[in-house]
């Protein structure tokens, strides 16, 4: 039986659509179910795979570094750790990171409560810079402790279905774990627990003042993020069939997540649904046309999207800081209010 706690936290208002959100998003729906159908390019397919699959960790990240404004640089941390304990049990095993990743999932939960909970004692760039150093940590010990194989890495067994088989699997299952967290952070929005995520974000010690459990909300966030982040690292180590610590444990993978939500929008559902597709189709355009161009008789290396987007992001500070959506904002006719 539910407390009345659990209820008045949780409880959410029906989110408002208008008739035309509702048509195009079944179209958007539609026309991704189509192309995993249908679509002959195996290519396409991994490359929006890939969307659905950072959608999913930008959607996460946004619970606690959206909502409630904590600048989170762990998201990497929470990915490994799924990825790793999938491929553990693989290895060890033989157990099909298929039915092992939602315990992916509660590990990351697991790692996010023993050293997640102790750095939300501390704020602003003080919490960023902790939990980026927590992922340089994690990733020594994974190159150190003998259970995850060091440098060497951990195989897994490669499905047995043809190409396209596995393609459109992860495809799908990538698709829907996207729409599963984008609906939880939608309804989240709208619910008592969304707004006590916002005033964090806006007066931590007035919200604390009112009556707003801080502590508890922040948590809650953190672990949720977590959640998600460990499932997505979970059925990751299947897809690839191969995991080392450089790679699940990159911080390239926490900066491109923040980088995703401020270009959409950070502390709105609907900012990664924007910032994802644009940041990573301005990403393979960079890879595939300037490591051609060259510069002085050098070539522009591949790292040279970095420098793009860190002027983007610059940018987006001084000019949108709410990033498309706060742009969108005006056109909509109504304003988001704490």
Known sequence: MRSSVWTETWTAEPARLGRGSVVGAA????????????????????TLTNVFLFLALTQAWNLLGGYAGYLNLAMAVFFGVGAYTTGILAHGWGASPLLTAPLGGLVAVLWAAAVGIPSLRVRG?????????????????????????????????PLSWDRRAVEQFFYFTYLALALAVTGMAARIQSSRFGAALVAV????????????????????????????????????TQRIGYIEPTGVFSLDISVDVVLMAMVGGAGTWQGPLLGVPLVMLVAELLRVGVVHLGVFGARIPAEFNRVVFGGALILIALYAPDGLMGLLRPFRGRRLRV
């Not at 179209?27 to 290519?43: F, K, R």
């Open 125 to 157: 760039p003080y919490f960023a810079v902790l939990t980026m150093i927590l992922g340089f940590l994690v990733q020594v010990l994974a190159y150190n402790v003998p259970w995850t194989r060091g440098a060497m890495g951990i195989y897994v067994s």
């Open 201 to 236: 974000r806006e007066d931590e010690v007035a919200a604390t003042v009112l009556g707003v459990r801080t502590t508890w909300v922040k948590v809650a966030a953190l672990l949720l993020g977590a959640f998600w982040a460990g499932l997505a690292g979970g059925l990751y």
């Open 27 to 46: 179209a958007l729906l539609g026309l991704a179910v189509g192309i995993g159908l249908w679509w002959e390019g195996l290519g396409l397919l991994s």
